[in-house]
């Protein structure tokens, strides 16, 4: 499966941005996709997760009340809602997917076999 996310962009504190994981070459709806991120200088940290059922969501801490993670599956899109953005959100966003990830392993990144190619959120203060 070959993901591609999309939706970044330059916001400001307070605003929102949606990003979007489109997936090709094979559904994934079965598959446990997440969305990471990293800031220069860092490493890279877990976002937000939806379970292989969609039975599952999962947030960092950070993302709780602002963040929403959510699958089309008609569209084959994983989708991350972002609200109430502060200038620390600012990073390169990236989704991951992979088939056989479990509950367990679903904040690490090294778990997932599959990741898009990133896009850039910038908020500014």
């Known amino acids: 499966v070959q993901l591609q996310a999309s939706g970044g962009g330059l916001v400001q504190a307070g605003g929102s941005l949606r990003l979007s994981c489109a997936a090709s070459?094979?559904?994934?709806?079965?598959?446990?996709t997440g969305w990471f991120r990293q800031a220069p200088g860092k490493d890279r940290e877990f976002v937000a997760a939806?379970?292989?059922?969609?039975?599952?969501?999962y947030y960092a801490d950070f993302a709780k009340g602002r963040f929403t993670i959510s699958r089309d599956n008609a569209k084959n899109t994983v989708y991350l809602q972002m609200n109430s953005l502060k200038p620390e959100d600012t990073a390169v966003y990236y989704c991951?997917?992979?088939?056989?990830?479990?509950?367990?392993?679903?904040?690490?990144?090294?778990?997932?076999?599959?990741w898009g190619q990133g896009t850039l959120v910038t908020v500014s203060s």
């Open positions: 991951a997917a992979d088939p056989s990830i479990i509950i367990s392993s679903i904040r690490l990144p090294h778990r997932y076999g599959y």
């Open positions: 070459g094979r559904t994934f709806r079965s598959y446990g």
């Open positions: 939806l379970s292989r059922s969609s039975s599952g969501t």
